[in-house]
């Protein structure tokens, strides 16, 4: 095992900190599509370089103009043209200062592909293009990586899990869906903000000159209404929920009615396993960030379905324990929501200017002894190298779940450890649509209106009788649990449909809960997600949850827990147990759920451990 290239906290000057060239910035470029449609793109040139130049092309829905500044201290267009490359951000198609109907993802894969031809055609580029950008930037960079343009000779794609459908069973769909839930509170969010199909432009075949002073006349963003989205959340028929006078249109209806399997989700171009790759990439993500998961799928999938051997050579990872696009904020003491994980800085800036001049200015030893895989194990707090994910010093395990049938609420007798149950009764909870278990802490937007990311003490929702806990005895070693996530669940319920939610806990000797990782499953889709299977009253079924994956460190004196019920509000749409719709219902019923762990019928979490010895 080898560790990571560069720690922030031992670097005295970083290359980024030294800009070797003034900046020339071109407003307003209009690039044109195969259709006609112009796309406003910003370019930024390092002056007095000679000769052709590589080019760093950045693709948003979010404004270019908030890239003419360095932006929360990350490295932006204008650090990267001073070190000697062009630079182009641009406003994708129906947005800002673009030309064209903005729909999500509509367009993308292609205006890429003729955004990068473009760009290599102009004399002042040297052929080579590599992308950048977090979340939404990301993901359009994997989606269009399957079109295999020899020009992109790097992507360098951040917090880009959205960009995964199917790929590894898991449908997320843009990340709208996690175990066939909406996750409400972030799709809210995102598309009240920034969904709107209704943007101020020019008119199209407006000269260059009037798009450069466009923001002189008019704001580029819609006017929106004012909205309260914890109140938002709980609205009920949830696809009425942006059906107001004042809401400009979007796509919501589509991303909230569309079944996982419908094919019109295959117009976006977003991953389903199949796809060929030849493009080098360096994938970055967080633990407490949405679709970790799929972002470490796609780096493998990158890998599998190489088309050559540079492609399959040259995938790296890293994953930081922080919040969404929020990984190089790090300090040298950093608060993750309420708990402490010491010095989490990573030299983030530095891999990127080495990723770069690798592979679009050729240095071959620019990315030398840099390992494949760089993580974050949270409580033990130290960043670790591997070449494989997960790290091969881990083994696969299984804690199963025990109790006499009290296992209702931390006060209650659950118990997990590494031993198969014998004859032990099931525990039971009713689940209430009308009061669901609060969302507290985990990924971007969780909580609709209170922004709690991060790590959270749960101890406020431990003392409900609808959450079942089940807790390891305190460790006598330290256990660190590194990799993929899964509960492996028996359950019976008094619904044809309903939900099963789980959360993996890290619980300190004073008491206090902190959230590691959680997922839910809808049981309708327990046999896969291309059909709906529904469950007849009192029947045993089996169902796994999925959990992403995480890298925590559980010390001695510390207890590993998981928590169960059937939901976490407003992250995840409630299930109104009747077997119907959920997004169009406005009447529920109460759900008697139990979860089984007997020897015939066990439940258990799957995890990847390693022991400390004495």
């Known amino acids: 095992m080898s560790n990571p290239p560069v720690f922030t906290s031992e670097t005295e000057e970083l290359p980024f900190g030294r800009p070797l060239y003034e900046v020339r910035k071109q407003r307003s470029v209009l690039v044109p599509m195969r259709d006609g449609v112009r796309l406003s793109t910003d370019l930024y040139f390092p002056e007095g370089l ?199 249109p979007s796509d919501w209806v589509d991303f909230m009615t569309r079944e996982l399997s419908d094919p019109w989700w295959k117009e976006f171009g977003f991953l389903d396993g199949d796809e060929r790759f030849v493009t080098p990439g360096l994938h970055v993500n967080n633990w407490y960030d949405y679709g970790v998961a799929q972002t470490i799928d796609t780096w493998k999938l990158f890998q599998q379905n190489a088309d050559t051997e540079q492609a399959r050579d040259n ?141 959270f003490d749960q101890s406020v929702n431990e003392v409900r009788q609808d959450v079942l806990v089940y807790s390891t005895e305190p460790l006598v070693h330290g256990i660190e649990i590194s990799g993929p996530v899964t509960l492996d669940i028996a359950v019976s319920s008094s619904a044809p449909d309903t939900d099963i939610s789980a959360k993996l806990i890290d619980v300190y000797p004073d008491g206090r809960a902190f959230n590691i990782q959680e997922g839910i499953m809808r049981l309708r889709y327990r046999e896969g997600f291309e059909k709906q299977v529904f469950m007849e009253k009192g029947k045993v079924y089996r169902a796994r949850v999925d959990l992403q994956e995480t890298s925590n460190w559980f010390a001695p004196g510390h207890r590993i827990r998981i928590e169960v019920s059937s939901s976490s509000f407003p992250r995840f749409d409630r299930n109104m147990n009747t077997g119907g719709r959920n997004f169009d219902e406005t009447e529920w019923q109460l759900a008697h759920n139990s979860i089984h762990h007997s020897a015939d019928h066990p439940s258990w979490l799957n995890v990847c451990i390693r022991e400390d010895e004495d």
């Open 50 to 248: 000679e000769g052709p130049l590589p080019v760093i092309l950045v693709r948003s829905p979010y404004d270019k103009r908030g890239w003419r500044v360095e932006y929360y201290g990350k490295p932006g267009p204008l650090w990267f043209a001073s070190q000697g490359y062009v630079v182009a951000v641009q406003d994708k198609r129906g947005k800002f200062e673009s030309e064209g109907q903005y729909s999500f993802c509509g367009g993308d894969v292609l205006d890429t592909e003729d955004t990068v031809n473009w760009l290599v055609a102009q004399d002042w580029s040297s052929g080579k293009v590599g992308m950048f950008g977090c979340s939404y930037l990301g993901e359009i960079q994997i989606r269009h990586a399957h079109m295999r343009n020899p020009h992109v000779a790097a992507i360098c794609p951040h917090a880009a899990g959205g960009a995964v459908r199917a790929a590894d069973g898991r449908y997320s769909n843009s990340a709208t869906r996690t175990g066939g839930c909406m996750e409400l509170a972030q799709m809210l969010g995102w598309f009240f903000q920034y969904g709107s199909k209704v943007t101020y432009h020019p008119s199209t075949g407006a000269d260059a000159d009037m798009f450069a002073r466009t923001e002189a006349f008019f704001s580029l963003a819609p006017k929106l209404p004012e909205i309260d989205l914890g109140e938002a959340c709980r609205h009920l028929p949830t696809i009425d929920v942006m059906n107001r006078p004042d809401m400009p």
């Open 315 to 455: 995938q790296y990872l890293v994953l930081s324990p922080m919040n969404h696009c929020h990984h190089e904020m790090a300090s040298e003491r950093t608060i993750l929501g309420e708990r402490d994980i010491g010095d989490a800085r990573f030299d983030f800036h530095s891999l990127y200017f080495r990723w770069f001049e690798r592979w679009l200015k050729g240095d071959p030893n620019a990315m030398d002894d840099v390992p494949k895989v760089q993580y974050f194990v949270m409580g033990q707090n130290i960043w670790k190298g591997s070449d494989v994910w997960p790290p091969n010093y881990v083994k696969p395990a299984k804690l199963f779940l025990h109790s006499e049938g009290r296992a209702n609420s931390c006060h209650g007798d659950g118990l997990l450890d590494f031993d198969m149950p014998g004859d032990e009764p099931e525990d039971s909870f009713v689940y209430d649509p009308a009061h669901p278990v609060p969302s507290r802490g985990g990924p971007v937007c969780t909580t609709g209106q209170d922004g709690l990311e991060g790590a």
